[in-house]
């Protein structure tokens, strides 16, 4: 046997199997992993100090940037924490649009995730598929918000605009339109015998390491672990709707697809169901003027499940207009550093973007 | 196992079948798509709605809005004759603008493409550069979608029953909560300052209620007004109509909010706490004072904080001119008066009561012993109504009246009252006597919407049972056998537009009609009185249509002469133009006598 040379390679912080700048510097003996050091910092926009010199409502349009393919938990999660500040109510009609949101956005991001995740096995195809066929979701969005990716659209005390019926039909009918859809997507991803050889045994979590780790969402559930903030600790009126919380077996690659491809159909069920249940009323519970609005002095922690697994926002005010500390927490802190120094040693160089599309890694959400 | 799983390659072949399938996404710029009715695309502006209020340019998180002077703007009252410019290098389109726009007359529309190789064409003024682009208007706010804040805290006030019983205060004032809530609706724009004569900080002392901050907001009124708690409560309030929030909404209760500020100084001492007015040494000057008004306590108070040496002669009994003496005591209690004339006494102005000029004092000895002489005389004799049998008993001046009610004295209205005018002394004159159980009509030769009067004084008479007979023009009084007033007879009139002018009204033959009353209270105006004044001082102040001439210092003719409120040609005839009058005089004898 030869025995090779240990050196050293830079992958990133360009790489088109990053999504986002981050580099990850690897000891590589042959293609093989021996230690992987996660450098980041090319992506810091220093979000968090910016929203602290700005009014409590301008917040929302740094909020969305932090992670581009799933902007609106940003923006869920802040409100949150915002209204829980402020003890101010959120109309019910409000809490279901929010609900119809949330799972578009996390739908349009299963979307990139199959273009990520196929495309880093070299399967092309399916990220066109399926990056085309989130325009008919981002039409729903433009329809709703005005924007197509960065909505700026939930915001303290409920929504910007209401929803209308046409726009709700549409929403079915593009929900009906997927559900056909994703047996096409699973034709080329799950029936693949390339996928399944690339995906199956790669990029292990440990069952037994996962919660010390801090994994959460959909790698943690790959490992058998049923957690989900929508059921463990319902928000908004996900306690009023019927859904499961898919689990796999094996804490792989092929696991965590397999979790993702099941929410996205309990995605599907969720709009539906909440569409059909959307009482009528108010949408919004006026803020006062945004450039006087004081929010009363306490500080706030606030978590949804976002696509990549718990969020949490923690918010400081001081009793003035402006936040004193906005912090978030996401997964990609966990899933992008921690995580993958740890699970990297010993895979092969080919599958390092494979694993980190499977983990949810979002460097912008790293650097906020 | 196989090695060769068949199934798991075949499958895939499948996605053969989707060859030739028109996709979803379109290939630019060879196919065009048309942006939903809700995009956010690039800006538009309506120049002519827009007021040029700049909360676009305060809300932008991305400072990507400047406010531009254009001078194709015509100048009007509440329009500051500036407009958004949008740097669309910097724009990230969040429509936050277009949703705290009080108007409305920003939007975002359909366009979204915008190419250039200059960065300095990103830089545009929508509405002006982009004209075109006014049909494709997308994302735009309502009253119902706007962020802004149109409904006014309703001020809490006496039922129409319960007010007519007494001469308690109609007006309750804003719990502190109400206050905050209603002083964070202002959009700081500082329109509102530009049509008040005295300039006076509005969006600072607001803005400091709205933080909790009422001391500093005392302290930012008290700068250029030292009677808030006068105009706190009956001042004209031209700032309101020009407020941001009154072109889709209600108007920033401005003047309620000042009334806040001064209740939370209910004493003279917590003024003095709170104001801590910095008196300058004696400069070794002394100005003397014609009539404690608006404007003549105003000079008079300034000119005391500057070190000088102040009195003011005032022919009646108590200070305030026509504050005093002509708004009745539900509008503004006697306490109020007399909280603000103590405290300026405080400081050192000195006031001589019952000492009318040119009969207990000469006007020649305050002019030779003092340095400088402010003029502040007011309006005292009413006008004729300039009909038949006016000289009638029964037929009453409501600035009389007014007078007589407010010292105290007594003038029996009878059962039946009539009201001729349209204005706030008219509707002042109406509410008292309504508060002696007479039954009163205000005959008024133009439309309700005419009327010059506060729109919230006509409602709060309404309140109270007055009736209003709008285009009704008196033509004589009708007498009984001992000659008093038995009713008032008048003709309907129809309005007629008349070019560049309000619309006049001209009486319809044949509709006359009598009403019958115990009195008639003329409420048509009042003029000056100068008997006091001697006629070689007359020479020099220059008094032309019964009006004193003065510069913009309030300097007269005569140079140690300055003279200000009602009887000056400056402004309306109202309290806050009286102060400004006097405030303004401050600067023209400081400029006089310390040449500053």
């Known amino acids: 046997m030869i025995r090779e040379k240990e050196t050293t390679l830079y992958l990133g912080p360009q790489h088109p199997g990053i999504t986002?700048?981050?580099?990850?510097?690897?000891?590589?003996?042959?293609?093989?992993?021996?230690?992987?050091?996660?450098?980041?910092?090319?992506?810091?926009?220093?979000?968090?100090?910016?929203?602290?010199?700005?009014?409590?409502?301008?917040?929302?349009?740094?909020?969305?940037?932090?992670?581009?393919?799933?902007?609106?938990?940003?923006?869920?999660?802040?409100?949150?924490?915002?209204?829980?500040?402020?003890?101010?109510?959120?109309?019910?009609?409000?809490?279901?649009?929010?609900?119809?949101?949330?799972?578009?956005?996390?739908?349009?991001?299963?979307?990139?995730?199959?273009?990520?995740?196929?495309?880093?096995?070299?399967?092309?195809t399916l990220g066109q598929w399926s990056v085309g066929d989130r325009n008919y979701i981002l039409d729903l969005f433009e329809e709703l918000t005005g924007g197509r990716i960065y909505h700026m659209y939930i915001w303290p005390g409920g929504v910007r605009r209401d929803v209308t019926d046409t726009w709700k039909d549409k929403v079915l009918k593009t929900m009906d339109y997927l559900e056909k859809r994703q047996d096409d997507y699973n034709q080329l991803m799950f029936d693949n015998t390339i996928f399944q050889k690339r995906a199956k045994g790669v990029g292990i979590v440990p069952k037994d390491k996962a919660i010390e780790w801090g994994v959460v969402g959909p790698p943690l559930r790959g490992?058998?672990?049923?957690?989900?903030?929508?059921?463990?600790?319902?928000?908004?009126?996900?306690?009023?709707?019927?859904?499961?919380?898919?689990?796999?077996?094996?804490?792989?690659?092929?696991?965590?697809?397999?979790?993702?491809?099941?929410?996205?159909?309990?995605?599907?069920?969720?709009?539906?169901?909440?569409?059909?249940?959307?009482?009528?009323?108010?949408?919004?519970?006026?803020?006062?003027?945004?450039?006087?609005?004081?929010?009363?002095?306490?500080?706030?922690?606030?978590?949804?499940?976002s696509v990549r697994g718990e969020i949490g926002f923690y918010v400081v005010s001081n009793g003035t207009n402006k936040p004193y500390r906005v912090h978030a927490k996401g997964a990609a802190y966990t899933h992008g550093v921690t995580v993958l120094e740890k699970i990297l040693p010993g895979q092969n160089i080919a599958d390092i973007s494979f694993i980190m599309n499977s983990l949810g890694v979002c460097p912008p959400e790293i650097e906020r | 196992m196989s090695f060769i799983d068949l199934k798991g390659i075949l499958q895939p072949l499948g996605a053969l079948k989707q060859l030739g399938k028109k996709p979803h996404t379109i290939q630019f710029p060879a196919e065009s798509i048309e942006a939903s009715d809700n995009y956010r695309g690039l800006h538009f502006n309506d120049l002519d709605d827009c007021i040029g209020c700049g909360n676009c340019s305060t809300i932008c998180p991305n400072e990507a809005i400047d406010m531009i002077d254009l001078l194709n703007i015509k100048e009007k009252k509440g329009d500051s004759s500036l407009r958004p410019r949008i740097d669309n290098g910097r724009c990230c389109w969040c429509a936050l603008c277009v949703d705290v726009c009080p108007?409305?007359?920003?939007?975002?529309?359909?366009?979204?493409?915008?190419?250039?190789?200059?960065?300095?064409?990103?830089?545009?003024?929508?509405?002006?550069?982009?004209?075109?682009?006014?049909?494709?208007?997308?994302?735009?706010?309502?009253?119902?979608?706007?962020?802004?804040?149109?409904?006014?805290?309703?001020?809490?006030?006496?039922?129409?029953?319960?007010?007519?019983?007494?001469?308690?205060?109609?007006?309750?004032?804003?719990?502190?909560?109400?206050?905050?809530?209603?002083?964070?609706?202002?959009?700081?724009?500082?329109?509102?300052?530009?049509?008040?004569?005295?300039?006076?900080?509005?969006?600072?002392?607001?803005?400091?209620?709205?933080?909790?901050?009422?001391?500093?907001?005392l302290r930012i009124i008290y700068d250029n007004n030292p009677l808030p708690e006068m105009c706190g409560k009956v001042c004209t309030r031209l700032c309101e109509d020009v407020c941001a929030m009154q072109v889709r909404g209600d108007a920033v209760a401005i003047r309620w909010l000042k009334r806040y500020a001064t209740e939370t100084a209910p004493t003279v001492e917590l003024i003095k706490e709170i104001v801590d007015p910095q008196i300058e040494e004696p400069n070794g000057f002394s100005v003397g004072i014609v009539g404690a008004g608006p404007a003549g306590l105003t000079a008079a108070y300034y000119l005391a904080l500057k070190g000088y040496d102040v009195t003011i002669y005032e022919a009646q009994a108590h200070a305030g001119g026509m504050i005093m003496y002509g708004i009745p005591k539900y509008r503004f209690p006697l306490e109020?008066?007399?909280?603000?004339?103590?405290?300026?006494?405080?400081?050192?102005?000195?006031?001589?009561?019952?000492?009318?000029?040119g009969k207990d004092i000469s006007f020649k000895e305050i002019y030779n012993n003092n340095d400088a002489v402010f003029v502040g005389i007011g309006l005292q004799i009413p006008?004729?109504?300039?009909?038949?049998?006016?000289?009638?008993?029964?037929?009453?001046?409501?600035?009389?009246?007014?007078?007589?009610?407010?010292?105290?004295?007594?003038?029996?209205?009878?059962?039946?009252?009539?009201?001729?005018?349209?204005?706030n002394v008219a509707i002042d004159g109406a509410r008292v006597a309504a508060r002696y159980g007479a039954d009163v009509t205000i005959l008024y030769r133009r439309r309700v919407e005419d009327m010059p009067a506060d729109w919230e004084e006509i409602e709060g008479a309404e309140h109270e049972g007055v009736k209003i007979v709008p285009q009704a023009i008196p033509t004589k009084i009708i007498r009984n056998k001992e000659g008093k007033v038995k009713g008032v007879e008048y003709v309907m009139a129809k309005m007629v537009a008349q070019d560049g002018g309000r619309p006049r009204p001209v009486a319809i033959e044949g509709s006359e009609t009598i009403y019958e009353c115990d009195t008639v209270i003329g409420a048509i105006g009042q003029q000056a009185d100068f008997d006091w004044l001697p006629e070689n001082y007359k020479e020099k102040v220059i008094i032309e249509r019964g009006k004193i001439q003065v510069n913009n210092l309030r300097q007269t003719g005569d140079n140690k002469i300055f003279a200000g409120g009602d009887a000056v040609k400056f402004g309306n005839s109202d309290a806050i133009s009286a102060i400004a009058d006097g405030f303004n005089a401050v600067k023209g004898i400081d400029k006089l006598l310390l040449n500053k």
Request: some cysteine; aromatic content about 10%; proline content about 5%.
């Open chain 2, 103 to 217: 108007t409305g007359s920003l939007s975002l529309t359909k366009d979204y493409i915008f190419v250039t190789e200059d960065p300095n064409d990103f830089l545009w003024t929508p509405g002006i550069d982009n004209k075109d682009a006014a049909d494709k208007i997308s994302y735009t706010s309502d009253v119902s979608t706007s962020i802004s804040m149109y409904d006014r805290v309703p001020m809490r006030e006496l039922e129409g029953k319960e007010r007519v019983k007494s001469f308690a205060e109609v007006v309750l004032g804003y719990s502190e909560e109400e206050a905050r809530a209603e002083a964070q609706r202002c959009i700081s724009c500082g329109l509102c300052v530009e049509v008040c004569p005295e300039n006076m900080h509005i969006p600072e002392y607001i803005n400091a209620i709205a933080q909790a901050k009422d001391k500093d907001a």
């Open chain 2, 383 to 423: 006008w004729n109504i300039g009909i038949k049998n006016e000289d009638s008993p029964g037929v009453i001046p409501a600035i009389d009246y007014l007078t007589i009610i407010n010292s105290d004295g007594k003038f029996d209205v009878g059962k039946k009252v009539a009201v001729i005018g349209g204005g």
């Open chain 1, 223 to 305: 490992v058998g672990i049923k957690s989900d903030v929508r059921i463990d600790e319902p928000y908004e009126v996900y306690d009023k709707l019927d859904f499961e919380v898919p689990t796999a077996e094996g804490g792989d690659i092929w696991a965590r697809a397999l979790v993702r491809k099941e929410e996205f159909r309990q995605s599907i069920s969720i709009i539906r169901q909440a569409i059909e249940k959307m009482p009528k009323g108010d949408y919004y519970n006026k803020v006062p003027n945004p450039m006087k609005w004081v929010v009363p002095e306490g500080q706030a922690w606030a978590k949804t499940e």
């Open chain 2, 336 to 357: 109020s008066i007399d909280k603000q004339i103590q405290y300026m006494e405080s400081i050192g102005v000195k006031i001589k009561y019952n000492t009318k000029v």
């Open chain 1, 20 to 124: 986002g700048n981050m580099m990850v510097k690897l000891k590589v003996q042959g293609d093989t992993v021996v230690k992987a050091t996660t450098h980041v910092g090319y992506l810091h926009r220093a979000f968090e100090k910016l929203i602290e010199q700005r009014n409590w409502l301008n917040a929302f349009t740094l909020l969305c940037r932090f992670c581009v393919p799933e902007p609106d938990p940003m923006e869920l999660t802040y409100a949150r924490a915002v209204e829980e500040l402020d003890n101010r109510e959120v109309p019910e009609r409000a809490q279901y649009i929010r609900v119809i949101v949330m799972e578009l956005a996390r739908l349009q991001s299963f979307m990139l995730w199959y273009a990520g995740q196929a495309g880093s096995a070299g399967l092309y």
